[in-house]
């Protein structure tokens, strides 16, 4: 994909090559290059071709297009992706975002009653291209914003609209994504009588068989003991790298959590899935680790920060934490820029030491 985007703005990547990234847990450039993308301050790089990066905590301050070209599976996974865009920054006029779906996902997780109706949605079809009229209306174009009925303001010139949370649907390719319309059946109670849910593994084949045998069979393709999986999450880097090495051979974490019915860490579901180990929540970890009173050796500050994390690990998972852009959202930007934070632990190694301490103490009880 970045390959394909570099040859089309050929003129701007000469000029920076940063101008167009790969931004994965595989690409130790592109990884150096996250904060820089998310800081409005900084020219480059302009757009990044990522899998998973759109999905956590990243605090895309002035995202203003997401382009979809993924088979999303889960409604949470693209509600994190879109919410990328609804990060509001006047003071570089990002006040709106647009999506661009190559895969119809915004036909399959549209929920109007949450996000409401898309400002505008503009269909394309074929090989025809888009145009900036295709992205920002015609001027003296009225454009009715469906939830409050009042025409949307938008400035042609600055690029801008007066809407600053809906996005805009722009279909591109063959496919055509509008929202479904809303149902209403008057007097009649309406009640789901059944209901049949179909998984297609990493090749798009449908699985015949239980998401749980199928889950299992293949975790246990990819470690043939509990130790050997123990031995690889406790010595990773970063347990997000385990994690997506899983996904992209086609484990279905999102629906896999669902079916299972609670609120359990990706290690978690691995262990009691592959090897019927007893399964603790993320909340029930976090309360481990702080009856074990481990980080009352460090001050105040660092003590408050890692309560943080704990919190964050308990509502999101691994994850997040061990991404350093998760120190520029709440509650962190409460306490500190992320320089600062990290002054606090006495630099950036220390910091990522005591995460690691951290991780050790959450995975203690095994």
Known sequence: MRQALTVENSDLSIENYKYIMRITGDDEEGKREVDNFINPEEKYPVIATTSKLMTTGVDAQTCKLIVLDSNIKSMTEFKQIIGRGTRINEDYNKTFFAIMDFRNVTDLFADPAFDGEPVMIKEVKGDKELTEEDIYPEENQEIID??????????????????????????????????????????VDVSILNERVQHLDANGKLITESLRDYTKKG?????????????????????????????????????????????????????????????????????????????????????????????????????????LSILRIEPFNQIGTPTEILQIFGGRNTYLQVVKELEHEIYAVA
Request: glycine letters at 6%; charged letters at 35%.
């Open 146 to 187: 469906s939830e409050t009925g009042k025409p949307v303001n938008f400035d042609n010139e600055n690029k801008t609209t007066d809407f600053p949370i809906n996005p805009e649907i722009i279909t591109g390719g063959p496919i055509v994504s509008v929202p479904p319309p809303k149902v209403y059946v008057a007097g």
């Open 219 to 323: 975790i246990l393709k990819e470690y043939r003991s509990l130790n050997d999986f123990l031995a690889r999450w406790n010595s990773a880097h970063k347990k997000k790298v385990i994690i997506e090495e899983l996904e992209t051979r086609g484990i279905i974490f999102e629906n896999l959590k669902d079916e299972v019915k609670k609120d359990l860490d990706i290690f978690d579901l691995v262990c009691h899935i592959a090897w019927d180990m007893p399964a603790l929540t993320r909340r029930e970890r976090v309360e481990g680790v702080k009856k074990r009173n481990y980080f009352t050796k460090y001050g105040d500050k660092v003590r408050l920060i890692i309560d943080a994390l704990l919190d964050k690990y308990a509502d999101e998972g691994i994850e997040n934490i061990e991404d």
